[in-house]
């Protein structure tokens, strides 16, 4: 079999792409240079309130940036359609077109529904009337259905440990030595093979799987120990704020790569020191959902004792199953509904561990602030009890800033997953995670790309969606 080329029986395409991101670059810096230079005046404004584009300089120079935007938009939409309905006659593009088939229609249905009833959804709703949020919530839903769906194996064409006979460091678009035909998309290494003759597509994928399941639920037991102590050490102030707020300090005072290396070194491993810390970090989640059940639901029992049995005992099941392995320091309890890997557990427990501190100083700082409210005096004359006003009143008027810094914080977890990776801390060795794979390619960079260059960009396109997130999610909160 032929190895396959980029673009496949589309290649003539190729040449206006390229005219169109270059048209696409003048018109940017064109636009800036022209904003800076009338003094960024505003755009004179059309028959229904939108800029007119023509009217001046700016305006012909923003002209020039949507034109060259939606004709490389358009192309790009082009090589994925055609690589849908046409497998490899779209070349290396339209290969992985297919195979991203489901992402795909996961993508469309989610913003069919969230765009058809988004006037009913909140915040959320509310989301998709900002341009730069929707690309950014685009961006960040197509890696978490990569990592799903490619965990349920309905992408990867191959394992991503599996090492075949002559794919070492083959270039993109290789045939696989010996494949028929028959294998389809599964006959070529579409991205080429790594320095151990591993797909790097396949690896990609997988990888993002990792980030998916660990970025979000560290940071989310982040903000949950954060705001669980970060209420009351705002409202109560006092002993019990210098205390919290020491602790908080003290853990800040290291550098983040410092307390990784002393977290995950092998003796402080061995000890069971990230274990007995999971012990304490894990239990906040349930501390916050009972004391926010029972802060709601004290003067119902019937209904108060209900939800605390739906809630609590599950958690505590999970709670126990996370806390507790085979053969480690914390190795007794005898309903351990699944496993997690003893350099998964490490990494989340340390990435929790260095998180909190800086959610409980934002939370305290919004706390100190909202409680000096009208609607909080008025909790307070009710005889509201201070739990409840902390989560019933406080809580929710702080969730602006706290959506926002969750959106970042999944960001920067990201990337300092990627830096664990990339340091070797942590993940084992044959682990697809994107700073792993970095790692591993980065020894031949100067002789192939291709290995450490996809879960690269990879990488840089996941964090720069949340960040588009968050300023889409900030702009909506700010109007809200």
């Known amino acids: 079999m032929e190895p396959l080329s980029w673009t496949g029986s589309l290649s003539f395409l190729t040449p206006i792409l390229f005219l169109s991101l270059a048209a696409l670059g003048v018109s940017i810096i064109a636009w800036m240079v022209l904003s800076v230079a009338g003094g960024m005046r505003a755009s004179a404004q059309g028959p229904y ?47 992985m077109s297919q195979l991203m088939l489901p992402v795909w229609i996961a993508l469309a249905l989610l913003f069919f529904v969230s765009i058809s009833f988004k006037r009913r959804l909140g915040l959320y709703g509310k989301l998709f009337d900002s341009p730069i949020g929707m690309i950014g919530f685009g961006l960040v839903m197509f890696w978490v ?49 790594d320095n151990l003759a591993r797909d790097v597509f396949s690896r990609l994928i997988d990888g993002a799987w990792v980030v998916v399941q660990i970025a979000p639920l560290a940071t989310l037991f982040a903000f949950m120990v954060g705001i669980t102590l970060g209420l009351p050490a705002g409202y109560y102030g006092g002993r019990l ?34 274990q007995y810390i999971a012990v304490v970090l894990f239990a906040f989640p349930l501390v916050f959902a009972g004391v926010l059940l029972h802060s709601r639901y004290r003067t119902r029992p019937q209904a108060n004792m209900l939800w605390l049995a739906l809630v609590l005992i599950p958690g505590f099941l ?92 999944i960001g920067y977890t990201t990337i300092l997953l990627g830096t664990l990776g990339f340091f070797g801390l942590g993940l084992p060795p044959e682990s697809p995670d994107w700073g792993s794979t970095i ?31 968050a300023d889409g999610l900030r702009e909506e909160s700010l109007r809200d």
């Open 241 to 274: 704020d210098t205390f919290l707020s020491f602790l908080a300090n003290l853990v800040l005072a290291f550098p983040v790569i410092l307390l990784f290396y002393l977290l995950v070194t092998p003796e402080i491993v061995a000890t069971g020191l990230p």
């Open 145 to 193: 259905f990569t990592g799903i769906l490619g965990a349920l194996d309905l992408i990867a064409p191959h394992d991503s440990v599996a090492q075949v006979s002559g794919m070492k460091n083959k270039l993109p678009g290789t045939p696989i030595p010996g494949a028929s035909e028959d294998a389809g998309v599964a006959a070529w290494y579409l991205l080429g093979g």
């Open 439 to 469: 790692n591993d390619g980065r020894k031949l960079l100067a002789i192939y790309l291709h290995p450490p260059l996809p879960p690269a960009l990879a990488l840089l396109s996941l964090v720069l969606g949340l960040n588009l997130l």
């Open 318 to 409: 999970g709670y126990m199953s996370l806390i507790n392995e085979a053969g480690s320091k914390i190795s007794f309890w005898p309903l351990d509904f699944f496993d997690v890997p003893g350099g998964i557990l490490v990494v989340f427990v340390s990435v929790v561990f260095v998180n909190s501190p800086t959610v409980f100083r934002i939370v305290r700082g919004l706390t100190l602030d909202i409680k000096t409210r009208d609607y909080v005096a008025a909790a307070q004359t009710r005889g509201e009890r201070p739990w409840y006003i902390m989560l019933w009143e406080i809580l929710p008027n702080a969730r602006g800033p706290l959506i926002v810094d969750f959106c970042l914080r």
């Open 49 to 95: 309130g939108a800029p007119a584009l023509t009217a001046t300089p700016e305006g012909l120079a923003a002209l020039g940036v949507r034109l060259s935007l939606l004709a490389a938009v358009a192309i790009v939409l082009i090589h994925i359609v055609f690589g849908i309905l046409f497998g490899t006659a779209g070349g290396i593009i339209g290969a």
